[in-house]
């Protein structure tokens, strides 16, 4: 595989639920990001990780959960998610924070 | 604080014809690194172009380049040889240093349609 998948694509999930987004980048990067992008809206940053710890986080809700257990795999740990969490959510990755990102397919999430 | 405008909701073109997608941004930064990215259906967001402020020099890759006027903050994708393939949602991003480093900051986004 080579650059940056992310898993699972699709995931509906109710309100009670706890669920785990996974993104792996295969590229030697050092630095991970989340990103949301709801329909009509840009995408917002969520999360940065550097060498496994997280430098940035945007005021995100406590619903959302990172983790970063090494420079390859970054986590997005979910629960008592709300319908307005519905969104694609995006993983990317760098060579270090500032460099070029490169995106991941994306986790297509509905929130019934 | 910075921001990135992009002012043409939808754009089309005609296959094989050129077409230029705008985009505005504001930074305090002096050094800062703008970028084009196109969202396809599939969702996937693909690295089209990116220009570091520092160089005057336009980037250009194949059929893609931009025209960068520092003074202005104006950063515009010009299509040449439009195909198929190039429909897409199109995104500018601004990634500027300071208080801001290694945020991208993404505009609306601008869907562009391809007509045969």
């Known amino acids: 595989e080579t650059g940056v998948t992310q898993t699972p694509r699709h995931l509906v999930m109710g309100m009670t639920n706890k669920k785990s987004l996974k993104c792996e980048q295969h590229?030697?990067?050092?630095?991970m990001y989340w990103y949301k992008q709801s329909a009509k809206k840009p995408l917002e940053l969520m999360f940065v990780?550097?060498?496994?710890?997280?430098?940035e986080n945007n005021s995100v809700p406590s619903r959302f959960s990172p983790e970063c257990p090494n420079s390859s795999h970054l986590f997005l740990h979910l629960h008592t998610l709300q319908p307005e969490d519905s969104a694609l959510y995006l993983c990317?990755?760098?060579?270090?924070?500032?460099?070029?990102?490169?995106f991941g397919p994306g986790t297509r999430l509905l929130v019934l | 604080a910075q921001t990135v405008t992009q002012s043409q909701p939808e754009m089309s073109v005609q296959e094989a014809e050129t077409v230029t997608l705008s985009c505005t941004y504001d930074?305090?930064?002096?050094?800062?690194?703008l970028f084009w990215y196109k969202q396809p259906p599939s969702r996937q967001m693909i690295l089209v172009i990116r220009?570091?402020?520092?160089?005057?020099q336009n980037a250009t890759e194949n059929r893609f380049s931009v025209n960068f006027q520092k003074a202005a903050k104006s950063f515009s994708l010009k299509i040449s040889d439009s195909q198929l393939g190039d429909a897409a949602m199109y995104f500018c991003?601004?990634?500027?240093?300071?208080?801001?480093?290694?945020?991208?900051?993404f505009g609306q986004g601008t869907i562009l349609t391809v007509h045969p």
């Open positions: 590229l030697g990067h050092n630095a």
């Open positions: 991003a601004l990634n500027a240093g300071g208080t801001s480093y290694g945020k991208l900051t």
């Open positions: 220009q570091e402020a520092y160089k005057q």
């Open positions: 990780y550097s060498l496994e710890e997280r430098v």
């Open positions: 990317a990755s760098s060579l270090k924070v500032g460099e070029t990102q490169y």
């Open positions: 930074t305090s930064e002096s050094d800062y690194y």
